[in-house]
């Protein structure tokens, strides 16, 4: 070989190992449960699919389990740029896009197929737009699931059963408005502070999808688990404006595909969960009521739509509930 020859090989591998390092991203995620849960599985994939659609210029640094903490400082973290990405529950999402609130309404969506359609089609992909008008870029709807009540002190069967617990809920002014209605008393509180609460009897109960209550074993803390669905959680990735304004147009589209891949494999980690995680809490001890009496709940809730219909609009209201 000859000196030259040799010396234009290191200086090409040189290269390409600084090419490599100099071009990576490392982006920061965080959201609310473990890595394990449907916001780990959707992340996950949102991840990778993202390494392989940017050729591997782009990848993730995962924070699971609210280290980055609870998902309104997430969001306001992306908002500000100091961290780049979260997949949250919209739960908080309206104190900074107030328009999201509309699919926080109880009782709003009949099943998964009918909110995923919602959430898919032009009602939510106008949404997801909206936020680009407050500092967040929505990649894509995931998903946390339907709610459903747990408490410590007694089955809930009906919505009077409900009344006077005190129920922790997310910072959310229209669950709020809606929980009211049962008779609860709604307190929000961050998602990282509530099993603290539920063990110290802070407060009587809470209330979240199923791969919530399994992901934070709310089993160990909480006896009783109705199957209210009483409103549905949607979850987005958000992307900070501050690493979409430096991304490609085919970067960007990369993004947003990844972020779509992950929401499906969020849903159905969702479904798998619904379909197989009642059978475990009740394994962990928890009484399960899983005919709950929905049409005392509905008609509680009934008299509040006047209100939401003032804030949202009874048109667009009503558009949801056409979708089918
Ligand atoms: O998004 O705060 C909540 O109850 C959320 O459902 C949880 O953080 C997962």
């Given at each position: 070989m000859t000196t030259t020859f040799k010396t234009t090989l290191i200086t090409a591998a040189l290269c390409a190992l600084a090419g490599t390092a100099a071009a990576q991203t490392v982006l920061k995620i965080g959201y609310a449960t473990s890595k394990e849960s449907h916001y780990g599985v959707g992340s996950t994939v949102f991840c990778d699919e993202m390494e392989k659609g940017t050729q591997g210029r782009y990848k993730c640094q995962q924070f699971p389990a609210s280290a980055l903490g609870g998902e309104r400082e997430q969001i306001e973290a992306v908002q500000l740029g100091t961290q780049d990405l979260t997949n949250t529950s919209?739960?908080?999402l309206g104190n900074f896009v107030p328009e999201t609130r509309i699919v926080d309404i109880p009782f709003l969506f009949r099943d998964y197929a009918h909110a995923r359609h919602t959430m898919d089609g032009p009602i939510g992909q106008d949404l997801l737009k909206k936020l680009q008008g407050k500092g967040l870029i929505g990649l894509a709807w995931t998903e946390n699931g339907f709610r459903h009540m747990t408490n410590s002190k007694r089955a809930i069967m009906t919505a009077s059963d409900a009344s006077g617990l005190k129920l922790r809920t997310m910072e959310n002014k229209v669950h709020m408005e809606g929980y009211k209605t049962f008779g609860l008393l709604p307190t929000p509180m961050p998602f990282p502070e509530l099993f603290t609460a539920l063990q110290q009897g802070t407060v009587d109960g809470q209330e979240n999808p199923i791969p919530v209550i399994l992901a934070s074993k709310f089993s160990q803390v909480q006896k009783h688990l109705s199957l209210t669905g009483h409103v549905y959680s949607p979850a987005v990735i958000l992307l900070s404006p501050a690493v979409w304004a430096k991304l490609s147009e085919a970067d960007k589209k990369a993004f947003v595909d990844a972020a779509q891949k992950g929401g499906a494999a969020q849903r159905k980690k969702v479904n798998d969960d619904e379909a197989n995680g009642i059978a475990q809490l009740k394994k962990d001890g928890m009484q399960v009521i899983?005919?709950?009496?929905g049409e005392s709940f509905r008609k509680a809730v009934a008299p509040a739509y006047a209100n939401f219909a003032k804030e949202f609009g009874a048109d667009k209201i009503a558009a949801i509930q056409a979708v089918k």
């Open positions: 919209t739960g908080p899983e005919k709950v009496d």
